[in-house]
């Protein structure tokens, strides 16, 4: 069973999550929280496998501090922000501070399960209109791209594969199944790439494979 905990100051918001993970055989909402201090408290208690953050609670930068001090817990979860289509300096520093995703409110039931099954696999979760958002946000975006490409260009033709699989939010046993190659290589791999383009997560990688054309 995967264990999940809400983090949102929307009531609203968290029934909506709540009901449309209910509903997944093999997933539990185990807890709740309106504001990022009871977010990390929670977290602390429970130890949820995943925790799903509103960026923004009652202020600004909750999400983001709750994403920090949750890292730093003996177990910390797999976490995805929850944002909207706005893209701002909060989503910038979420992705620095090592969030597992972004997922947009009204996200789809189906697309909602799929991507927590992810998260509990050690998958990464980018949707791809925040992805999208995220690159065009850049000041200059050919100057955003070509770095990127350079830093792609780096990598084995293999390699490549993976970040590009790893765009597309697989998991390392999915990307493992595509190319027909046990989960222990595809983890070799996956360091390997992020040693070389410099990404402290999968989350990061994904992104530069968006920057860099690997991914529509």
């Known amino acids: 069973m995967i264990t ?5 100051d929307e009531e609203l918001v ?11 055989p093999d997933i539990e ?10 977010a990390v408290e929670t977290a602390r208690r429970l130890r949820p496998q995943v925790a799903l953050l509103d960026i923004k609670m009652r202020q600004p930068d909750d999400g983001i501090r709750a994403l920090r001090a949750m890292q730093g817990l003996p177990e910390p979860p797999r976490m995805a922000m929850l944002t909207t289509f706005d893209v701002d300096e909060y989503v910038s520093l979420a992705l620095r501070f090592g ?10 039931p189906g697309v909602l399960v799929r991507a ?22 850049q000041r ?14 780096s990598l084995s033709e293999r390699e490549r594969e993976v970040v590009t699989l790893i765009g597309q939010g697989m998991s390392n046993a999915e990307i493992g199944s595509k190319l027909h190659l046990s989960e222990a290589t595809v983890k ?9 383009i410099g990404a402290a997560n999968r989350v990061q990688a994904a992104l530069l494979a968006y920057r860099g054309g690997l991914v529509d």
């Open 116 to 137: 927590v099954r992810d998260l509990s696999r050690g998958g990464a979760v980018l949707d791809p209109s925040v992805a999208a958002r995220m690159v065009n946000a």
């Open 140 to 153: 200059d975006e050919a100057r955003a791209a070509a770095p990127a490409r350079r830093l792609l260009a």
């Open 14 to 24: 968290r029934q909506g999550l709540r009901a449309m993970l209910s509903a997944a």
């Open 99 to 108: 969030a597992n995703g972004f997922l947009l409110k009204d996200i789809e």
């Open 188 to 196: 070799g791999y996956v360091s390997a790439v992020l040693s070389k």
């Open 4 to 8: 999940v905990m809400l983090a949102d």
């Open 29 to 38: 909402v185990v807890g709740e929280a309106a504001d990022g201090r009871s």
